[in-house]
Structures are given as structure tokens and as C-alpha cells.
């Protein structure tokens, strides 16, 4: 531990340089070693034993605090990824952007990141630090101390440094009263912080939401300007980003934060549009907002989620839009096809989502216009579709949301009831995906490392 830390703890005046540190007494917080996994306590220890600093760190220490179940344990260390990686069997060094070491533990897999120092020196070499014009990080392998790695962590609350030897909580920028007033503060200067990283913006969003905290004004205030550096942010990084916003549990209160924000027109531009310049807006909202709340619930009750089932809500309203404009001059089967494509290649642009997503989006949207076809065999046919209880689910959707389908949705409900199909064929089908899936965080990528 570094010297100006231990004189803190024994009571000794630190530098007049260093950070203003609180240390926090295990009586005087909230956090119980036994709700901790021992997966990450067991991590915590075998670097210690090996010399190295390494403290629970993020937002399990927030979650713990604030009397929640953190979904993942980080662990950050002064250990180098290569240390890392020698001391833990079958560990990975995994990102590029931003290195950091997998250590799997049993079932569970604990982020191992090294303390990340400042990027203003000018020695450092390309795979260090590398910076876009636009003042975005490309590269963020700066190793440095504790108090560094806490000035580049994102948020206050997220800054917090739990020992699970001593038991207590460091805390370099006042997360602890931020989390106690329920306020989401940036760490350094906001324009600054968005700059090098914009996705901050989408936490700030994502927390706010999840935590339910108000966002500091010095922190709130920049990102209506800065929000279109999101476009320099890779596709591929914001659909990773999108499944945490939308696929968290919180998924309504985040869409609301996103548009208070200005910040969901830079995800979704043809929603947006359609959202706020369309006659029937009112409905297009009352259908995402409805979808999210579902979604919400169905994670609450452990049940599994498709990010095919909210795109194609989310991009409903354009297709709608798209559809009514091609209908002047094409026949409504065209039109359909027509926008289809349009719509979907339109938000590829902003969000890359993987083909097996965009196709489920197409199969629910072509079994709403198969849905009122049920004379005959075809109900038969359309209720043999592998997606019947997805789209089934949608037009439910469409309906509360205050579409008159005249009944159809009762219709099938009905139909359901008289021909019962086998609810664990459906749901496998509806779950056919792994993704579909709530993700476990501890089974994906991290994605500070794929900017
Ligand atoms: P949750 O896991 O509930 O989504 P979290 O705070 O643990 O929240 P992670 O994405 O798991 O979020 O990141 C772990 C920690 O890494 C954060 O708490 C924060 O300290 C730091 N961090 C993550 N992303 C960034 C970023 N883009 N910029 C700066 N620090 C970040
Ligand atoms: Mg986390």
C-alpha cells in the first residue's frame, strides 16, 4: 500500500498533493463481507498474498452500499495484466482499448482491472494512450496508482474502494455523500470526461435510471451539446451498450432519461423523428413505453428477454411512417417490403445489430399482417410459427397501447385457449437465441475494451 495511504490510516497527514482520501471504518457503512462472492474475495486474497494492492471496486461497492444485489464484482489492482494473468490459471487478458484480465472462478468470471494512471504525459507510447480528434481515448492503458485509477473511473458513486481485509471503503471524491444524496456527479471536468469517452453519457442516462439519482447539473448540462459524439462511438459498441440500457430491468425509466436528455435521437434517429413529428406519436410512445415495462417485468420474474422483441417496438413507429408515405404509390405488400428494408438498413447505421436479431424483427413484423388471416388452416399455420408467441405478445402490445385491432387479440387469445400449444415448445422457440437471455455481465465482453 502506498505510503502517504498507510500514514492516512494511522493517522499521519498525507502529502499536500495527494487527493483528500476518506477512509471508512467497516462501522461506519453498509457493507457486509458475507454478501460479497466469494469468487472475488477469493481473487482479492491471492493477490494480496502475492504483494499486490487489489480492492472491490465499482459498482458492486455502490450496490452493496446502497443495500442492493450487485449483478458483478470488479476487482482493481496494482498488479499489471501480465501479473495478473501469471498468478490466476486459466485467466485471460482481454480488450484492447482498454486491457483488463478475465479470471474465472468456478462458474463465475471477476474482472480483474490494473490501477489506470493520467494520460497527459507526453512519453507514452501508441498502445498506452491514443487520442481521436475529438479528444476520444482509443487507447486507455495508462497504469498508475489508486488515487489516479479513481480520478478516471466515470462517476463518484462508481469510485469507491472496498478492502475486504480491513473491511473498510476509500473513497477519493466524495462518492460516498453522492451516493448518500443520491446524486450522480462525473469525476473531473464533465466536457472533458464525455469527450474522451462519450458513452459516459449513456451511463450518466442508464444510472440515473437504475439508481433513480438525480444528475448533477455541472455533469447534466454539457451532454445536450456533446450528445452527436455518440456518432463517433462504434456500432458495434453501442448495441452492446443498448442491451444495458434497454435489457437491465429499468429499461422505461432509461428510454425516458435517454429523450429527457436529447441523447435517444443519436440511437434511434428514425424513432425519434417519428416520436416527435408523427400524428400518432402519442401511440408510438404508449407502444415503447408499454414494451419496456413488459420487458422490465419479465426480468424482474427471472423470465428471459429478446432485444429482437424491443427493436421491433422501438422501430415500429418508422415503419409505420415509411409504410404510409410508399403506400401512395405501391401496393400495400411493396410499401411493406419497401420499409422494411429502409427502416432496418436506416438504424444499421447507427446501431449494428447481428442479422439473427433484424431477422426475428422481420418475422414478428410479417406475422402482424398474418395475424388477421386466420380463416381456415391458416390460424393453424400462422400459430405453428416459431415466432407465433412473440408476435402474439407484440399485437397485445399494439393493442393496450391503443390500437383498435378490432378484437384480434382477444380473437387469439381464444384461439390459444381452444388449442392449447405447448408453452415449453414456444418459449424455446422465443428464447431460441442465447442472447435472448437477461445477460449475465460476467459472460460478456467488457465494453470499455471495444470502442
Ligand atoms: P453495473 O455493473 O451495475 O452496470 P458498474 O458501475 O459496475 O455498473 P461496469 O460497466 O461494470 O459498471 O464498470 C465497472 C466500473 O468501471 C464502473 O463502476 C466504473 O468505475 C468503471 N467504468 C466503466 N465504464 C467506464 C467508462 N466508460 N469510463 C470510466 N469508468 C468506467
Ligand atoms: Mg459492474
Redesign the pocket.
Known sequence: MRTWLKNKLSGKKPPATALKISVIPRDKHDISRRRISNAALSVIKRLHGANFDAYL???????LQLGGS???F?VATNATPEQVHSLFKGSRIVGRR?RIVHVRHGREII?V?TFRGSHDQDKLGKNQSKQSDTGMLLR?NVYGSIEEDAL????T???LYYNPENRSIYDFTGGLDDLRAGTLKL?GDPET?YR??P??ML?AA??AA?LRFNIDSATESPISQLANLLEDVSSARLFDEML?LFQ?GYGERTFLQLRRLGLYKHLFSQTEWALCHSSASEFYHAMIVQALQNTDKRIESGKSVTPAFIMAAMLWPPLQESMAKLKQHESDQDAYQKACQQVINGQLTQISIPKRFTITVREIWDLQFRLPNYNGKRAERTAAHPRFRAAYDFLLLRESAGEDTAGLGAWWTDYQQQHPIPETSQEREYNRDDDFKPRK?NHRR???NNV
Open positions: 471496486v465499482g459498482g458492486g461497492v455502490r450496490d450487485p449483478k458483478d470488479d482498454f474482472e482491472t486507455d478516471r473511473r466515470d462517476f458513486v462508481n469510485a469525476i470526461r474522451e469517452d458513452v459516459r451511463r442508464r444510472f437504475k444495458k437491465s455481465r467488457r465494453n470499455r
